[in-house]
């Protein structure tokens, strides 16, 4: 949270009563040295620790770990520390980013990146095909991505940093690669990791380490310099969330024992938007888990959207669940089958009798759509288990984005234990049993690989 300890100096001054005097009274170069002047920007948290100003004063640590919420400034913290290690012309610095894209587009380029820290007229000379960057006194930056963990032995260095370790490829194999004789050089070794946590060994081994020095810092730390954009795309969809609890806050979570889904089975299958072939898409539903009572406050609609590749793999592409009235709810669903263009809707019913179908066809053009019914007749974890082993092996891909609290849900699931209902869940436990579980549709599938040459998504 934002208080006036954590204040950076510009936000200080910007509520000092004196501000526009002192402001009026700089000359204009004064003032466009501020402007680009790190330690008057940065928030104390993002200091180089030990130096004047940083919220850490210990100043003998060899790595310093941002370990923090997404849009901290994460980024920009890291290549700030750069650019201060950069002065010193002796310095060589590995930078390394998840993937070669990253190395360029976020790393360097990037609104946070280390060429867009430096006014106009003193950046230094970056030269993606050599992966080098040429700092105006001389020090050299050499770039690498996480991809390729061979690549990061040969070069010399005297700093680094780490971006978003915790998303590389091969974090371990990685950093111990970085690690290859890296205490044995000189005394001023030092590197800057900075990343959103996940419970990956080698972080816990940077956290534990005695030479570490370790801040953590929320999203909301840096509230003021982010966009409504950013705050509504990629904050809010994780408030109030478990996962929001390691991205928001920087929490390191472990997974739930006995959970049906882990974060790890369901990461390992994730695919881009982007990516998708929709020519080799066959089927898509929208599936609906009506609330029990629209009085109920913490019971929603669950409503979601999944689809059948050629090669019998699931798409789990958009979570629509909501909390609003039947009218309403059946017009998301319905804006939904026809957006997606979807096969049908498929919804439960059980202690409500017909009441998805009697709502859909009530409301504008639900008279058109295809429309099943299906019984809860077996009990939840009977129904989710199944669902379960699909991800297991690898047959169910999520989307990059938008299913942060539909993950949220099945990574707290435990069969037995957790008492509500998960609504979200529910929707898709219906809507993949309904596109390769159920016996009608296995019929289909088959015939559906008899007829076509299956090929992976
Ligand atoms: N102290 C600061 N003063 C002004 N702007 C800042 C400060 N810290 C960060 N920012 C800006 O806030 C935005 C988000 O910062 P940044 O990209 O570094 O966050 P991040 O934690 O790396 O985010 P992500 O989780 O998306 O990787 C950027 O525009 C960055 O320049
Ligand atoms: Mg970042």
């Known amino acids: ?27 204009e170069p004064e003032a466009e040295a501020l402007l680009w002047s790190w330690r008057f920007n940065a928030r104390p948290a993002q200091i180089l620790p030990g130096t004047e100003g940083a919220a850490i004063q210990i100043a003998d640590w060899v790595f310093w770990l ?100 915790c998303a590389w490829n091969y974090p371990q194999d990685a950093w111990d690669q970085i690690m290859f004789g890296f205490r044995l050089k000189t005394p001023n070794l030092q590197g800057v990791i900075t990343t959103t946590p996940k419970p990956l060994p080698v972080l816990k081994a940077l956290m534990a380490d005695s030479s570490t020095v370790l801040t953590r810092g929320s999203s909301y730390d840096n509230r003021d310099n982010l966009s409504e954009v950013f705050y509504q795309k990629v904050i809010k969809p994780y408030e109030g969330t478990r996962l929001g609890r390691q991205e928001l806050n920087a929490e390191l979570l472990e997974d739930i024992q006995g959970a049906l889904w882990t974060r ?25 888990d009506p609330a029990v009572s629209t009085t109920d406050e913490s019971d929603e609609t669950g409503i979601g959207v999944a689809m059948l590749a050629r090669s019998g793999h699931v798409i789990v592409l958009d979570d629509l669940t909501c909390r609003e009235s039947p009218g309403e709810w059946a017009k998301i669903a319905i804006a939904a089958y026809k957006a997606r263009r979807a096969d049908r809707i498929i919804g439960e019913v059980n202690n409500g009798g017909n009441l998805v179908e009697a709502n859909l066809r009530a409301a504008k053009d639900g008279d058109k759509v295809a429309f099943r019914a299906v019984h809860a007749s077996r009990g939840k974890f009977v129904r989710a288990e199944p669902v379960a082993a699909l991800y297991e092996r690898g047959m169910v891909h999520h989307v990059d984005s938008g299913l942060e609290k539909l993950e949220d849900q099945m990574c707290s699931y435990v069969p037995g234990v957790s008492r509500k209902s998960p609504d979200r869940l529910d929707w898709l436990v219906w809507a993949v049993t309904d596109l390769v579980i159920d016996p009608e549709i296995m019929t289909m599938q088959t015939q559906i690989g008899e007829m076509i040459q299956i090929s992976p998504i």
């Not at 006036?4 to 700089?26: H, W």
């Open 1 to 27: 949270m934002s208080t006036p300890e954590n204040y950076s100096l510009a936000k200080s001054l910007s509520l000092d009563p004196q501000c526009d005097q002192i402001l009026a009274s700089l000359s």
């Open 66 to 165: 941002v370990l923090a919420g997404r849009g901290f400034g994460k980024t920009r913290t890291g290549a700030e520390t750069v650019r201060e290690w950069a002065a010193n012309p002796n310095e060589r610095i590995l930078m390394i980013a998840p993937t070669a894209d990253d190395v360029r587009s976020v790393m360097l380029e990037g609104p946070s990146g280390l060429l867009n820290c430096y006014p106009s007229g003193s950046k230094p000379q970056y030269n993606p095909s050599r992966h080098l960057v040429e700092f105006p006194s001389g020090a050299i930056g050499i770039t690498r991505s996480a991809e390729e963990p061979a690549r990061l032995r040969g070069p010399q260095f005297t700093k680094f940093w780490a971006d978003e370790l």
């Open 264 to 288: 790890k089975l369901i990461d390992a299958a994730r695919i881009k938007r982007s990516d998708i072939r929709w020519e080799l898409i066959v089927r898509i539903v929208v599936a609906i």
